[in-house]
């Protein structure tokens, strides 16, 4: 029976729920009248229900369709203005237990080369990412309690929050690490993490199953009610996602906003983020023989679809997609992508040798963090380096009540403008600097209070003038 509150996994995830919704989406796929009265609601800009957002995915209305992309632009540039935030991700071991078919670092892939980074490589590898400019990073890590026991992510943590290399820093450390206990994410939580992310990777129990053969990731329920441990381990800010291409995309979409639902429902609290990830090339991995990949443009429009019955959770697209994709979906509703990502373990500091793989998938954007700091601003969009909510305390529900009523915009311009300004300090081409202190100048006006507009002018001189970590 479908609970939204339950416990159990396959309650909450209730796969008749799900099917009766994709039966109701196809049954009023076409339904005008019902159609408007959805986007009326989501003009609200209070989200939606897992059936009223499938029935948007599932319509195939030209004029709807457009309707729904520019309301999905609307709910963007209401909530998250043209800002988008940046990350890196840094792969500490690509050791594992697991058997997912659909990753290259399954336990019986026996050629490609193993590694873990020591505390050395650590500092290494973030002062290389320092250099660049990042200030956010998302930790990567496969599931090995004899290479990668907890206490070896703390320790990486410890490490990283340590380094303090020229005038960079990491301010923020997010975790990608399999599900766990209650007791080891309140571990992650005394460490000082922003946000836990886990990957869903299919909601369907039973392709989950096929998905992941051998390993403790076979586990469905321990898997998927992974979130409430983390929830109850005192970890607000948790960061969900499926990998499009493993199930059909509708069942995904409708499953993954019932997952949000139920944290909503279960903690007050729903995501922090969804990231949108499909299925790439890898080493041993080819794409094509999953059935269910999805093209460009319903990629767009599942994080448009998305970003309207969420408008409050963070949209993340990563360098799995190309710039040309990126630029698509970006006004869409994307509010955080990464930059120069190396999906490899050691892959900052040395290149991957050819005979000595150890990439996680095929990045597809290859640009320095400078261009695609560049190519942002080019396209209107401010890059922001900012870190603060985590840091000022502003996690879980206080950080919802603060992002459903728009306040949180007060603290996200100024601080992306102050965090731009360090960039371009420290780290920027000529060319990029010159631009982001053109954009700079033209954002300040946007700033709507007159008091911050001074606090942002002294901060950005204080910057100028060699000072650094300056946040609202
Ligand atoms: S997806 Fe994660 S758990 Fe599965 S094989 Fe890859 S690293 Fe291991
Ligand atoms: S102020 Fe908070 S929500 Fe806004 S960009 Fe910074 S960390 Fe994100």
């Known amino acids: 029976m479908y609970d939204v509150k339950s416990p159990k996994a396959e309650e909450f995830i209730n796969n008749e729920e799900v099917l009766a919704t994709l039966a109701y989406a196809d049954e009023n796929k076409d339904n005008i009248e019902l159609i408007d009265a959805i986007l009326e609601k989501a ?6 229900t897992h059936r009223e957002a499938s029935v948007l995915l599932a319509c195939d209305n030209e004029e709807k ?9 609307q709910i963007k540039k209401d909530f998250y203005g043209n800002r988008i935030v940046m990350f890196a991700p840094l792969y500490l071991s690509n050791y594992c237990i697991n058997g997912c078919v659909y990753c290259p670092y399954h336990m019986k892939n026996k050629h490609i080369a193993r590694k873990k980074l020591t505390q050395e490589e650590i500092v290494r590898e973030v002062t290389a990412l320092q250099d660049m400019g990042h200030k956010r990073l998302a930790l990567e890590a496969g599931e090995d309690p004899v290479n990668n026991p907890i206490e070896y992510i703390l320790e990486c943590i410890d490490t990283i929050y340590s380094i303090k290399h020229k005038n960079g820093a990491i301010r923020r450390v997010n975790v990608n690490i399999a599900a766990t206990t209650v007791e080891n994410y309140k571990k992650l939580k005394d460490a000082g993490i922003g946000t836990y992310i886990l990957f869903q990777e299919t909601y369907h129990k039973e392709s989950y199953e096929a998905l992941h053969p051998t390993g403790p990731k076979h586990n469905y329920a321990y898997h998927t009610e992974a979130m ?3 929830m109850q381990g005192g970890i607000d800010d948790v960061g969900l996602g499926v990998l499009f291409g ?3 995309y509708r069942y995904e979409f409708a499953a993954l906003l019932m997952h949000a639902e139920h944290l909503e429902a279960a903690f007050g609290v729903g995501p922090h983020t969804i990231s949108v990830p499909r299925i790439k090339h890898a ?3 080819d794409p094509s023989v999953f059935d269910n ?19 409050y959770t963070g949209i993340i697209v990563s360098t799995r997609e190309s710039q040309a994709c990126r630029e698509k979906v970006l006004p869409m509703g994307v509010s955080q992508v990464s930059g120069a990502s190396r999906t490899s373990v050691g892959g900052y500091c040395e290149p991957e040798k050819e005979d000595e793989v150890s990439e996680q998938f095929d990045v597809s954007d290859k640009r320095t963090l400078d261009e695609v700091v560049k190519w942002l601003m080019d396209l209107g969009h401010i890059p922001s380096f900012c870190t603060a909510c985590y840091r000022e305390g502003r996690t879980g529900d206080r950080f919802m009540s603060l992002c459903k009523t728009g306040q949180i915009q007060n603290c996200c311009h100024p601080n992306a403008l102050m965090t ?8 920027a081409s000529p060319e990029t600097k010159a631009l982001g202190e053109a954009m700079i100048a033209a954002e ?5 209070k007159e008091k911050v507009q001074q606090i942002v002018i002294e901060n950005l001189n204080n910057i100028a003038n060699g000072q650094r970590d300056f946040r609202l």
């Open 283 to 285: 080493d041993d991995i």
């Open 246 to 248: 493993l199930e059909r």
């Open 65 to 73: 369709n457009q309707q729904i992309y520019q309301m999905a632009q």
């Open 43 to 48: 003009k609200l800009k209070k989200g939606l």
């Open 420 to 427: 731009l300004k360090e960039y371009l300090e420290d780290y």
């Open 228 to 230: 409430d441990r983390a």
């Open 293 to 311: 990949g999805i093209n460009d443009d319903i990629f767009a429009k599942l994080v448009a679809c998305t970003r309207i019955s969420v408008p």
């Open 444 to 448: 300040i006006g946007n700033i709507p």
